[in-house]
Antibody, heavy 123, light 109 residues
Framework: EVQLVESGGGLVQPGGSLRLSCAAS????????MSWVRQAPGKGLEWVAN????????YYVDSVKGRFTISRDNAKNSLYLQMNSLRAEDTAVYYC????????????????WGQGTLVTVSS | SYVLTQPPSVSVAPGKTARITCGGN??????VHWYQQKPGQAPVLVIY???DRPSGIPERFSGSNSGNTATLTISRVEAGDEADYYC????????????FGGGTKLTVL
């Protein structure tokens, strides 16, 4: 059974830092692109960042570029999101999600999601 | 960037059919995926590739996509179907590539 379990969320002051973790199990973690997707309170879903299987490619939404860093440790089956210079608008539930990529059809989607971890940025 | 437009809310009586739309410029040329999110829970994939269902998703859930509108159809709606539904595409020419609709709250009357 595929499982994604996030941790590391909490309350942090503006300008502060947090590191989120996602522990994966039930599949070959090193074979998949992985993403972080967030959801602000009462709002919709927003893709944040993703990382290739070997970590050689990383992409970010513009609003977090230069502040957030995605990484992974395939030996530990873990995905991370280092969040620095946090702002109030970063307040959200952060989900770890496994990407399903159908290259021949140029279509990608998320086939499994974690339960999420809440990040609150407030003084 | 590519924009997906969903109605904020749809209401339907139990046993009836709910249709949730997702509008986008020439969306019929893209593959659309749908997620269900119940309160306090993570999203769950219910339709991928416009109309395919993951294992475990009831046959009552179906999808279609043509022109400028993709549609998620839920037949014989049950109380347990009440949730937020999001459409999603991956668009190589959009920034970011991953695009979600704003979500539709399905209310079962």
């Amino acid at each position: 059974e595929v499982q994604l379990v996030e941790s590391g969320g909490g309350l942090v002051q503006p300008g502060g830092s947090l590191r989120l973790s996602c522990a994966a199990s039930g599949f070959t973690f090193s074979s998949y692109w992985m993403s972080w997707v967030r959801q602000a309170p009462g709002k919709g879903l927003e893709w944040v960042a993703n990382i290739k299987q070997d970590g050689s490619e990383k992409y970010y939404v513009d609003s977090v570029k230069g502040r957030f860093t995605i990484s992974r440790d395939n030996a530990k089956n873990s995905l991370y999101l280092q969040m620095n210079s946090l702002r109030a608008e970063d307040t959200a539930v952060y989900y770890c999600a496994r990407e399903k990529r159908v290259v021949v059809a140029a279509t990608y989607y998320f086939d499994y999601w974690g339960q999420g971890t809440l990040v609150t940025v407030s003084s | 960037s590519y924009v997906l437009t969903q109605p904020p809310s749809v209401s339907v009586a139990p046993g009836k059919t709910a249709r949730i739309t997702c509008g986008g410029n020439n969306i019929g040329s893209k593959s659309v995926h749908w997620y269900q999110q119940k309160p306090g829970q993570a999203p769950v994939l219910v339709i991928y590739y416009d109309s395919d269902r993951p294992s475990g998703i009831p046959e009552r859930f179906s999808g279609s996509n043509s022109g400028n509108t993709a549609t998620l159809t839920i037949s014989r709606v049950e109380a347990g179907d009440e949730a937020d539904y999001y459409c999603q595409v991956w668009d190589s020419s959009s920034d970011p590539n991953w695009v979600f609709g704003g979500g539709t709250k399905l209310t079962v009357l």
